[in-house]
C-alpha cells in the first residue's frame, strides 16, 4: 500500500515539502506515514504569514473569535472516533485513553470560547494619588501578536488546544511545531480550524527537529511569546535564548503521594494505580513517588500490587488495554537500564522490557538518590515507600528537582492544609493524585517543573499586554 505524503501547513495553505521522514507506529513499528520536513524558508514563511494574519486576527471581535472556537469544538465532535484512532496509530495511547483526550480537547476549546468573551481591564482611581484629581485612568488588554507553540507527544490534541485556544481567543496568530511522532494529530487540528473559518494565516504548522526549527522560532523578532512543553534540558535552552521574549515552560515532574489516613485502602491503592499506569506512565503528572505511612504500609503494598497485576497490557487498539509501548524502543531501554540499578529484591511486581513496552512495575525501598525516584521517568514504574511522621513525608515529596502535583490523602482538615502551604508544589491536590487535572485551572509548576500557568484564563493572561491609558479631563 502507498503511503499518504502529508503537508506542511502555512499561510492557509496546504504546502508540499521537499523531504520527508517516515512516521512508525511506536506500538507495531510500521510506517504509517510520510511527514515533510520544514526548510529555512518554510519557517519564515510561516512566521511572516502570521505576522500579516495577526492584525487580522486583532480586528476580529470578540463574538468572532469565540465563534471560531464554539465551531472548532463541535466539529472535533463529530470527529472524536477519527481523532481517537489517530492517537492510538501514532503515539500508542490506549484508545480509551484516547477518547479521554479528545473529550477534554472539546471542552478545552469551549473554555476557550467563553473566556474569549470575558477579556477585560479595570478602572484606574487616578484621584487616590494627590496629582490625579480630573484624570481617567483604565487598562486594556492586547494581544502580543505571533505567538511560537511547540508541543509534546503525550498529549497532542489536548496540549495544543491549550496553546491555540487561548492564543485564538485573545486574537494572537500561532506558528506550531508540533512534536515529531505525533504530526497526524496537529495536521488533524489544521483541517478543524480551516473549516471552521480561521483566517488564513493565523496557524502554521511546521515539523522537524527542535535543533533546526524550535531555534529559529525561539530568536525570530516576529515572535512576541514561546510556548513550551516538554523537556527540562530543552525549556532551559530556550529560556537562555528567548531574551526578552514571554516564555510559558511546562517542563519535567516526578510527583508524589502521600498516604496519610484513609477510609478505604483498596479505593486509595486503586486510584494510584490509575494514576501511576493510565498511557503507560507518559504523563507529567503521572504518579512515581507514593510514601504510605508506616501503619498502613503493609496492606496498602498489598493492595497497589493486586491493582497492577490487573492492568491490561498490549494493543492500544483494543479496549481494555492500559499500558502500551513507550514512544520510542530508546525509552524502553533507558528504563530498563534505571530498572537494573534496583536491587532486585526491591522490584515486587514488573520490572521487564519486551520491545519498546515496560510492565506496570513497583519498586520498594527506593534510595531517593536513585534515577527511578529523583528524575522523570515517564513511564509505568512507581516506587512504593514508607514513612514515620508527617514532617518525614513533606521532606520526602520536597526532596526534588520538580515541582508540578502533588496528592495528599488524609482525613485531617490540618494536615490537608499543612499540605497546601508546605509542599514545593504548583498545585496540592488533597484526597487525590496528582495526576488529577481539568482544563480550566491553573496549572503549571515551581523549580524545575517550569514557569508560568497554563488553563485557559491563565494562559490568556500571558498571552496579552497589559495597556494603560489615562485621560486629563
Known amino acids: 500500500m502507498k503511503l499518504k505524503d502529508y503537508c506542511l501547513f502555512i499561510d492557509g495553505e496546504w504546502k508540499q ?4 521522514y517516515d512516521l512508525k507506529s511506536p506500538y507495531s513499528g510500521e510506517v504509517i506515514a510520510r511527514i515533510p520536513l520544514a526548510n529555512k524558508k518554510d519557517v519564515i514563511h510561516a512566521l511572516d504569514s502570521a505576522k500579516k494574519a495577526s492584525r487580522q486576527m486583532r480586528e476580529l471581535s470578540a463574538l468572532e473569535r469565540s465563534k471560531i472556537l464554539e465551531r472548532v469544538s463541535e466539529k472535533f465532535e463529530e470527529r472524536l472516533e477519527e481523532c481517537a484512532y489517530t492517537l492510538a496509530m501514532e503515539n500508542a495511547k490506549p484508545i480509551n485513553a484516547a477518547r479521554g483526550e479528545i473529550q477534554r480537547t472539546i471542552e478545552t476549546y469551549k473554555f476557550a470560547a467563553e473566556e474569549a468573551k470575558k477579556i477585560t481591564g479595570e478602572t484606574i482611581p487616578m484621584d487616590a494619588a494627590q496629582s490625579g484629581k480630573g484624570r481617567f485612568g483604565f487598562t486594556k488588554k492586547e494581544p502580543l501578536g505571533v505567538i511560537a507553540a511547540i508541543t509534546p507527544f503525550n498529549f497532542p490534541f489536548n ?6 485556544g487561548p492564543a485564538f481567543a485573545t486574537g494572537n496568530a500561532v506558528v506550531l511545531k508540533p512534536a515529531s511522532q505525533t504530526p497526524l494529530s496537529a495536521i488533524m487540528t489544521a ?11 493565523a496557524l ?7 535543533g533546526d526549527i524550535g531555534d529559529l522560532l525561539v530568536t525570530s523578532p516576529n515572535a512576541k511569546m514561546i510556548t513550551f512543553t516538554g523537556s527540562v534540558e530543552v525549556g532551559l535552552q530556550i529560556k537562555e535564548k528567548a531574551g526578552l521574549k514571554k516564555t510559558t515552560l511546562e517542563l519535567g515532574s516526578n510527583s508524589a503521594v502521600i498516604v496519610n489516613d484513609v477510609n478505604n485502602i483498596e479505593a486509595v491503592a486503586r486510584r ?19 510514601y504510605v505511612h508506616h501503619t498502613l504500609y503493609d496492606n496498602f503494598l498489598e493492595a497497589f500490587i493486586q491493582e497492577t497485576k490487573r492492568v491490561k497490557v498490549g494493543d492500544p487498539t483494543k479496549e481494555d488495554t492500559v499500558v502500551s509501548s513507550l514512544i520510542h524502543p530508546k525509552e524502553a531501554e533507558r528504563i530498563e537500564s534505571w530498572l537494573q540499578e534496583v536491587d532486585s529484591k526491591n522490584i515486587v511486581q514488573g520490572g521487564k522490557r519486551e520491545g519498546s513496552i515496560i510492565e506496570p512495575t513497583v519498586i520498594t525501598n527506593v534510595n531517593p538518590d536513585m534515577a ?14 514508607k514513612y514515620k511522621d508527617w514532617e518525614e ?37 488533597v484526597n487525590d493524585i496528582p495526576s488529577f487535572r481539568v482544563d480550566q485551572m491553573p496549572y503549571g509548576g515551581v523549580k524545575n517543573s517550569g514557569t508560568g500557568r497554563e488553563g485557559i484564563k ?6 496579552c499586554e497589559l495597556k494603560l491609558g489615562v485621560f486629563n479631563l
Do not use: W
Not at 515539502?17 to 520527508?20: M, P, S, T
Not at 502554521?204 to 527542535?210: A, D, P, R, S, Y
Not at 490537608?416 to 508544589?425: G, L, M, Y
Not at 491563565?458 to 498571552?463: N, Q, R, T
Open 393 to 429: 513525608a513533606i521532606k520526602l515529596v520536597n526532596d526534588s528537582q520538580y515541582g508540578l502535583q502533588a496528592g495528599v490523602y488524609t482525613n485531617s482538615i490540618d494536615k490537608a492544609f499543612a499540605a497546601v502551604n508546605e509542599i514545593e508544589v504548583g498545585g496540592v491536590i
Open 191 to 201: 483541517e478543524i480550524f480551516e473549516e471552521a473559518g480561521l483566517p488564513k494565516g
Open 458 to 463: 491563565y494562559s490568556m493572561e500571558e498571552m
Open 159 to 164: 496540549l495544543v488546544a491549550h496553546k491555540l
Open 17 to 20: 515539502g521537499e523531504q520527508f
Open 204 to 210: 502554521n504548522i511546521l515539523f522537524g527537529k527542535g
Open 372 to 385: 527511578v525516584s529523583c528524575q522523570e521517568a515517564f513511564a509505568p514504574i512507581v516506587s512504593v515507600n
Open 272 to 290: 494510584c494505580a490509575e494514576g501511576a499506569f493510565a498511557y503507560s506512565g507518559q504523563t507529567c503528572i503521572s504518579v512515581q513517588r507514593i
